[in-house]
């Protein structure tokens, strides 16, 4: 059995990328599972660089091939804002996903709506011999001032998809995974990992 590291340790996005891969004849593991702990600092200037730091440095402590993927949200009346910084976008040290909810709605008081963003997401795909492949994905919608929607994590309660009528955080797991900007960079992997895997 093939088996691929997911280089992550948020329970959100193991649950993510466990369903989008289901059926593809992979043995996802953690680092948890495999007792691999690591710290890596996020500090590429692109989405590609933070992924492609973390897929290496888990592949070469694991000697395994190993997945990450960096994400971000792009507000377009913050000029891209929080963008590579979603994760650590609050002020406050320890900030929940809560605390930066609020701190984006906060920035947005006063700006003209409605406040269009999107997800963008960039997976890296690292083999031990430290070569890296990339896929990206990306979901449109807009922020809305209230929470509605307890599924997902991070800003998915406010990130709101007009066609759907929905939240990020409303939408069932099958139909996040059909549109999500994590999906499609997963979607857009498979061919990648196919290709490793069958050499």
């Not at 929940?96 to 269009?116: C, I, N, S, V």
Request: with cysteine; proline share 5%.
């Amino acid at each position: 059995m093939h088996r691929l590291l997911l280089a992550t340790n948020n329970k959100g996005k193991v649950a993510e990328i466990k369903a989008l891969l289901d059926g593809a004849g992979l043995t996802l593991l953690t680092p948890a599972e495999i007792g691999l702990t690591l710290e890596i600092q996020e500090d590429g200037l692109t989405y590609a660089e933070n992924a492609s730091k973390k897929a290496v440095a888990f592949s070469q402590a694991s000697g395994m091939v190993a997945m990450s993927d960096d994400s971000g949200l792009e507000v377009d009346a913050l000029e891209g804002l929080p963008g590579l910084h979603s994760h650590r976008f609050s002020p406050k040290p320890e900030a929940t996903d809560a605390d930066r909810r609020k701190y984006l709605l906060e920035k947005l008081q006063g700006m003209r709506r409605p406040w269009t963003a999107h997800f963008q997401a960039t997976v890296a795909v690292a083999l031990p011999s430290g070569e890296v492949k990339l896929a990206t994905g990306q979901c449109v919608g807009e922020i809305i001032p209230e929470e509605f929607g307890t599924n997902g994590f991070g800003y998915d309660p406010i990130f709101f998809i007009p066609e759907l009528g929905l939240t990020m955080a409303e939408l069932e797991m099958d139909e996040k995974n059909r549109l999500s900007h994590r999906a499609g960079a997963v979607k857009n992997a498979l061919p990648i990992l196919k290709e490793i895997f069958e050499k």
